[in-house]
């Protein structure tokens, strides 16, 4: 699964299906990395969507689900 794009709704079915940690990627987490790795992204998508994995790895650790 890649974490990028990914949407609250796929987290929680994951999320109940019992899985007990979830990867993230570096590269997302540092903005200067995720615009090293997306090509022919505009900087409006890498912001868009580094926010919505910071919410997303928020939402994981708010359920108790290891972030590693």
């Not at 979830?22 to 997302?28: C, G, K, Q, Y």
Request: charged residues 30%.
């Amino acid at each position: 699964m890649t974490s990028i794009c990914c949407n609250k709704r796929v987290i929680d079915k994951i999320i109940e299906s019992g899985i007990d940690g979830i990867n993230f990627s570096l590269h997302a987490i540092d903005k200067d990395e995720m615009y090293g790795t997306q090509v022919d992204r505009s900087e409006r998508w890498i912001e868009q969507n580094h926010k919505k994995l910071m919410e997303l790895i928020a939402c994981v650790c708010s359920r108790g689900v290891n972030v590693k």
